[in-house]
């Protein structure tokens, strides 16, 4: 055969294997696009001109004149700037704590001792049960006339607490009075404890790959634990860290159901999500709601932008 | 007392109580629930710190019965819902399936034009707020006729757990060595035979891990609920449905059962596989 024909005929088996993978891939990459892509360049049509729940079927798809009154609408109304500096201290705080204590758990864990794989298995119960259950239990034991944890504070003496409907709470500390927003934290602390074990999971495979001589030589050299988790565990686990940060940061500020099922945004938790969804089904104006979405993906896309920035010029260094 | 020495003790002794601390901040919600959905409301008004149960109410099975019972016969009609989940989520799993297996096919082994921008459009899908596609969707569905339907949230379900089910089986493709497939091609198999025939078989754990995963997803999703069949109750799903039912006429506890119905699939599944799981979930870096 010569060199020729061989040629024809790898380049026949690499046409034949394009058309291959591209038939494979279309069904999904249509029902993507169609359901996902397509509805994305939408909504920035919808957020250009005026659509209500009302005239839902009279809303154009590209002819139109746009124009800026959705963004004006959402951006002048009085509750914006508290719901993004709300959803911001929740988003941070949330991912912060719930991979901290991801962290102290995988520490916990690591080691054997009896009934370890049980402990690792029950520590997974508050990420695998379905939201709405474990927002309802949380309600539940948090309730002031019946929950136990009102239960316990009053049988320690205790005012019975709103957890969930208070706004700011005075509270005295070292002849200190100063407030807190009560029912922004209980929503923190049901994220840090729901998204604690995706954290834990990520962790404990990371700590598990990590070369045991490093630590064995420190060892040697006489470091105590602390040392040895400072100087040798902690900056091992760079890499794994950030990336968490970056997945629960994004997927934290673009929750919903959360603070949803537990407050309704009320009591001071309304966050971005939730003030969209307002818009949309609470005051039937589809256009603000599209460009409120428009301004959540624009600020996600800017931190991801930086983040990455800052991110690979680290690995560069 | 040294400083290593010292230390090696304290934090001896935090490790035991952080043990505790872990099982039983993971645990006690799911017993005070469990303990809760059996007790009529009355008996826990009047002693709120009780959370046992007693043997005659966890035999008469009353609050489920309550629950579970047709609205017709004064129940709360959960049977529907179970039964409208169930259909939601085992079709989402097994059309996910289908299109995903072969796109993660493709896309992990085969050169094709356009391959690198399905990677990276996957992973850039996968990041984007969920609340920002359904507006536009709730417009497009409320125009086309789709909204008020299970097949509408199917669909939904479909193209959002798409993106997911790429990205784990891509992974656990590539990581089968492609001389197995050669060899079956060698053999005189088509691409389909070896897919069906080596592929899958070699990646059935992985496989089997993403199916309970959208399962979990589909199962739990409750924002496209709430939006497309909020208007029929005949459509509701557990999730929307305990939602809905979350008012001053429906005692606490009777939610607390309805709270352990939808629990129970989830727990037993996750249980059922959850080497599978843990170890797809890190591979994966899976959306929660």
Known sequence: MSTQSIKAGRSGLARRENRLGIGLVMPAVVVVGALVVFPLIWNVALSLQPARLLNIRNVSVFGFTPTLRNYRVVTQDLDFWPVLWTTFVYTIFGTILSIGIGLWAALTLQKTFKGRGMVRGLTLFPYVVPVIAAAFVWKMMLNPTFGIINEWIAAGGGQRIDFLGTKSQEVHLLGLTFSIPLALITVILFEAWRYFPFAFLFILAALQSLPKDVEEAAIVDGATLSQRFWYVTLPQLGPVLSVLFLLRFIWTFNKFDDVFLLTGGGAGTRVITVKIIDWLLGRADVGAAAALGMILAGILLILMAVYFKWFYQEEAA | ?288
């Open chain 2, 1 to 288: 007392m040294t400083r290593a020495r010292f230390e090696e003790r304290l934090f001896g002794t935090l490790k035991v109580l952080s043990i505790g601390f872990f099982v039983v901040v993971s645990l006690f919600p799911l017993v005070y629930m469990v303990g809760l959905s059996f007790k009529p409301i009355q008996e826990l008004l009047r002693d709120p710190t009780n959370i046992v149960p007693s043997w005659e109410q966890i035999r008469s099975l009353e609050t489920y019965r309550a629950v579970l019972r047709p609205q017709s016969e004064g129940g709360q009609g959960f049977l529907l819902f179970i039964r409208n989940s169930t259909i939601v989520a085992t079709s989402t799993v097994l059309l996910t399936l289908g299109f995903g297996i072969l796109a993660a096919y493709a896309v992990a082994r085969l050169n094709f034009f356009g391959k690198r921008s399905v990677s990276l459009g996957i992973i850039l899908i996968y990041l984007f707020p969920a609340v920002v596609v359904s507006i536009p969707l709730f417009v497009m569905f409320s125009r086309i006729g789709l909204r008020s339907s299970l097949l509408g949230l199917i669909v939904v379900y479909l193209a959002s757990t798409l993106p997911v089910t790429l990205y784990m089986l891509r992974g656990y493709f590539q990581s089968i060595p492609k001389e197995l497939e050669e060899a079956g091609m060698v053999d005189g198999l088509s691409r389909a035979g070896v897919i069906w025939k080596i592929t899958l078989p070699l990646a059935a754990p992985a496989v089997a891990a993403t199916a309970l995963y959208v399962f979990m997803i589909a199962w739990n999703e409750f924002l496209y609920a709430l939006l497309f069949v909020l208007e029929n109750r005949q459509l509701w799903t557990l999730s929307l449905g305990l939602q809905q039912l979350d008012t001053q006429e429906v005692p606490k506890t009777m939610l607390m059962a309805g709270s352990v119905i939808i629990t129970i699939p989830v727990i037993v599944l996750f249980f059922a596989a959850e080497r599978f799981l843990t170890e797809g979930l890190t591979a994966g870096g899976v959306k929660g």
